[in-house]
């Protein structure tokens, strides 16, 4: 049984462990202004709120809404629509009502625009038909003609008079397998040592992906872990920054002190899916996941971050950049949880991270790359990581070595011989190996002739 607050009324229901929010809404609830596009997280039909951040519902387990707040399409005043009508911004109306959330949302919470520009705030909302300069236009004066006071109070408004939910009696999807919500870090850990079999789940956006036809994820057990409140913060101590285990890429892009001290989380966070995602995903998650494309990675291993995993026997701490032991190999066992992801606060003097994909939001990295080297003077200085070149995302140390010695570097050449011996690119369907290492070469070579005198 879960409770829940559904555009501004109390739900009670039964969920099944498989059902996802998404059909938990359409089928059961009968709100089918929340649209099913790709199932994948990336069209952004399915987009409501979840405690006022827009979520893709298609990656929500429907247990998770259980004491919060959700918001559908269904809630939102229809004259919202209007300026998407003028400005072209709908065809077939598919994407339309997802368009329209994530509209709000950045009316509502106008402060985004300092940060963000509209286009990449709207990134994780696709469209078929019209192409995105009427929908922008839209929003553009979807932005202009409501004063956040005003959209507040229509939206109030109408949330308490849309339509009353009728609960149906068909579940939408049927599944053999259990969740666990633990409330505590030590009872997530029990279950973990009782069942080494079950799987800990953060956002789901990895483990949600295609949900619908991955009948054998659904007969799993599963440790949800979105209940274990202590995980969720993150926090600044005097010598570093503490990710919990449950803190997402959206609560670092959102703390100014993270955008001045460890500015390439929050560059990194940003080219992470779209903000549906960011809002979603865990840099936990991130680094469990072993993605060799993961960019979460290597902007943390960059930092020297280290990873606190905890078991029923204790804490163990590890550096980020011995975790990974080969593809998808990592030394963690089934019993253990990421608990805190901890950063040493430190001056850098040079710091960038490129993510090169197939378009500029919602992209796969081809090549992607974190530099930092620290301010003060020491014989170690520079870190330099590369993800998608390698089974796993991976320093190179032998390029490191080479800027730690300041010859002068006049060609990326010099640089791509050095990357040799670090990483090991493949041919893929997304890239060639000669691909990747030009690019992984050139990408150093000119980020570095912009920051260091001893490359030109
Ligand atoms: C549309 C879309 C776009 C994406 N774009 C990108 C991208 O651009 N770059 C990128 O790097 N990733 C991307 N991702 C992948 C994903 O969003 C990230 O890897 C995210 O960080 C996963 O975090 P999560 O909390 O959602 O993980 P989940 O799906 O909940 O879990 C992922 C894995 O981590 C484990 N896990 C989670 N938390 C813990 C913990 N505390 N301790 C131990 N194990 C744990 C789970 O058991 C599972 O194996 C994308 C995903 C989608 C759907
Ligand atoms: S259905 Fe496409 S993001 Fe959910
Ligand atoms: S109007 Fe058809 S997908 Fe956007």
Request: hydrophobic share 40%.
């Amino acid at each position: 049984m879960i409770e829940f607050r559904l555009n501004g009324r109390p739900i009670r229901l039964d969920v099944d462990p498989a059902e996802r929010l998404l059909d938990l809404l359409r089928y059961r609830l009968d709100l089918t202004g929340t649209k099913e596009g790709c199932a994948e997280g990336e069209c952004g039909a399915c987009t409501v709120y979840l405690d006022d951040l827009p979520v893709d519902a298609c990656l929500v387990p429907a247990y998770q809404a259980h004491g919060r707040e959700v918001v559908t399409v269904e809630a939102s005043d229809r004259r919202q629509l209007e300026p998407f009508l003028r400005s072209g911004a709908t065809q077939c109306g598919a994407c339309t009502p997802g368009v329209v959330m994530t509209a709000a949302w950045i009316r509502d919470h106008p402060d985004l625009l300092e940060t963000h520009d509209l286009r990449e705030l709207m990134a994780g909302n696709l469209c078929r038909c019209t192409g995105y300069d009427g929908i922008i236009d839209g929003v553009e004066s979807a932005l202009t003609a409501h004063s956040v006071d005003n959209a507040d109070a229509a939206t109030e408004s109408n949330r308490s008079a849309s339509a009353p939910v009728k609960p149906t009696s068909a579940a939408a999807v049927s599944g053999g397998g259990a969740v666990h919500r633990p409330s505590s870090l030590s009872e997530a850990l029990e279950l973990l040592d009782a069942e080494p079999d079950a799987l800990p789940i953060a956002g789901g956006t990895d483990l949600l992906v295609h949900w619908p036809t991955r009948l054998d994820a659904h007969d799993r057990t599963y440790v949800d872990l979105t209940g274990v409140t202590s995980l969720r913060a993150h926090d600044w101590t005097p010598n570093a920054l503490v990710l919990g285990g449950l803190t997402t890429y959206w609560d670092v892009i959102r703390d100014t002190r993270a955008r001045a001290e460890f500015p390439l989380l929050v560059d990194a966070g940003r080219q992470v899916g779209a903000v549906q995602i960011q809002t979603r995903g865990t840099w936990a998650g991130n680094i469990v996941n072993a993605s060799p494309a993961a960019d979460g990675v290597p902007v943390l291993m960059a930092y020297d971050a280290v990873v606190d995993l905890a078991s029923t026997d204790g804490l163990e701490s590890i550096r980020l950049d011995e975790f990974f032991s080969g593809y998808k190999e990592m030394r963690m066992s089934n019993r253990q949880l990421i608990t805190a992801i901890r950063l040493p606060r430190r001056a850098y003097d040079v710091a960038w991270f490129d993510k090169v994909g197939s378009r500029a939001a919602q992209a796969i990295t081809k090549v992607g790359l974190a530099v930092t080297r620290r301010a003060e003077p020491a014989e170690d200085r520079w870190r330099v990581v590369a993800n998608s070149v390698a089974p796993t995302v991976r320093r190179c140390a032998t390029v490191e070595r080479l800027l730690g010695r300041r010859e002068a570097i006049g060609s990326p050449r010099v640089l791509a011989e050095a990357f040799a011996r670090d990483v090991a690119p493949i041919d893929d369907i997304r890239s060639t190996r000669a691909y990747r290492s030009t690019v992984l070469s050139r990408l150093l070579y000119f980020g570095l002739r912009k920051r260091v005198d001893f490359v030109t």
